[in-house]
Nanobody, 124 residues
Framework: QVQLIESGGGLVQAGGSLRLSCAAS????????MGWFRQAPGKEREFVAT????????YYADSVKGRFTISRDNAKNTVYLQMNSLKPEDTAVYYC?????????????????WGQGTQVTVSS
């Protein structure tokens, strides 16, 4: 059974940084993509970033490009989202997810396993 556990959320001032972690278990992820999404109150869930587990290729939403960095640690089966220069509009619940294909997937419908989410709050 695949399981994803996020951690690292919290409260930070605008301009600050946070690093989210997503520990994955229950599957060999070499031929998969891992993604981060977020959902703010009253809004739909939106794509943030994705990484191809084997090649390490990364893709980002325009809203976070240059500020966020997605990475993975193969030995720990963990994906990270380093968030710098945070803005109040980055406030949301952040979710990691697994897509069962080695391709960049930006739609949530391409992901079949989701974590429980971690709250990120950025104060102005």
């Amino acid at each position: 059974q695949v399981q994803l556990i996020e951690s690292g959320g919290g409260l930070v001032q605008a301009g600050g940084s946070l690093r989210l972690s997503c520990a994955a278990s229950g599957r060999t992820f070499r031929r998969y993509a891992m993604g981060w999404f977020r959902q703010a109150p009253g809004k739909e869930r939106e794509f943030v970033a994705t990484i191809l587990w084997s090649e390490g290729n990364t893709y980002y939403a325009d809203s976070v490009k240059g500020r966020f960095t997605i990475s993975r640690d193969n030995a720990k089966n963990t994906v990270y989202l380093q968030m710098n220069s945070l803005k109040p509009e980055d406030t949301a619940v952040y979710y990691c997810a697994v897509a069962p294909r080695p391709q960049p997937v930006t739609s949530e419908w391409g992901y079949d396993v989701w974590g429980q989410g971690t709250q990120v709050t950025v104060s102005s």
